[in-house]
């Protein structure tokens, strides 16, 4: 067996080092817990960035896609396939009634891509106005319409014609959303900035707007869609639709996916050969995909996201904001962020020794994504008491 020490040298030596890495050797993962390779068991608030949102190794996940592996693991999107047609049929229905144009992808930031080529395409304009403190992917397109200096800054020049205007500030939306753009993007909650809830105002107020001068809006629902914040998407919450919608992410049940989600009755926008993918469609990501749906319609997914999200924010609330380093807690379903007055990056090290695993999003929030498995033992037992310790709550 591999151990420990040569796995992490492993890693060291061959992998460019583009991430700040924690020293922790994960072998196997189930429902909200993964375990390293001594085996020790971690509650996931983690997730993969998100990903795992219906647990690790869900059966029916897993069942299928054990079946197509064994089936066809490749069929370009030039041939029909069973297993695409399988999630379009359940993927169909778990959008709302105006949405049914898809194209598949491999990852969020390839959704918001063909997002950005489908807006410039179907307006035959070029302008983008996108927000402070978004995110949207590491390519060029989606980096080009993210709102973080430090990730975009190496990599100037980008996109040209792409704004930024200030998220939530309902006042600025007259003079920024002008005739010339082709479109607006916009994630309902900021999720990498910080965990940040687009108020009801802004989001109503883009789509007057929008509507009113032939700009087409798009909602990066990449972290935000598929249940999370307790209704399957999140613009459901808001009551505003959207033109076109990008998701990825929990869609996949932990295989690769991204996808654009179009309103039907802007058409097919693509014509044959103007966008494509090599692995978007592949058989094995839709087979996963495809129970991944099942699993969110059968089990009432949102619903409980929507009640475990509501009952840690009202524990965090409770008990640890009497913290000194505590500021706030925000977020929707179980998308939910701790502001803190310090930098959140060392109080996630410090919860890998509690055995819990979280995230950071700007520079002071305390990111939780775990599973909508998550139950009020793992609340009240693990996640609280690592809280309390890390954030030295006096009792
Ligand atoms: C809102 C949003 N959009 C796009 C992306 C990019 O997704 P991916 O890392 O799958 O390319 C992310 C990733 O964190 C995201 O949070």
Known sequence: MISRDEIIELERSYLSQYYRKKN???VRGYGQYVWDIDGNMYLDCNTGYGVAFLGHCNKKIVNA????????????????????????????RILPPKFGKIVLQNSGTEAVEAALKAARKYTKKRGILAFIGSFHGRTMGALSVTGNEKYRRPFEPLLPDVKFGRFNVVHDLDKLVTEDLAA?????????????????????????????????????????????????????NYGVEPDMFTVGKAVGGGLPIGALVIRKDLGDIFEPGEHGSTFGGNPLAMAAAAAACEVLLEDDVPGKAKEMGEYIMKKIENEISSSRYYLRVKGMGLMIGIELRREAEPFVDKLIEKRVLALSAGKTTLRLLPPYLINKRDVEEDLIPALIDVLEVKR
């Open 184 to 236: 607006v993007i916009v994630e309902p909650i900021q999720g990498e900035g910080g965990v940040n809830p687009a108020t009801r105002e802004f989001l109503k107020e883009l789509r007057r707007l929008t509507e009113e001068r032939g700009v087409l809006l798009i909602f990066d629902e990449v972290q935000t869609g598929f249940g999370r914040t307790g209704s399957i998407w999140a613009f459901e």
């Open 65 to 92: 896609v054990k079946e197509q592996v064994e089936k066809l693991l490749v069929c370009p999107m030039t041939f029909y396939n069973d297993a695409r047609a399988r999630f379009l049929k359940n993927f169909s």
């Open 24 to 26: 922790l050797v994960l």
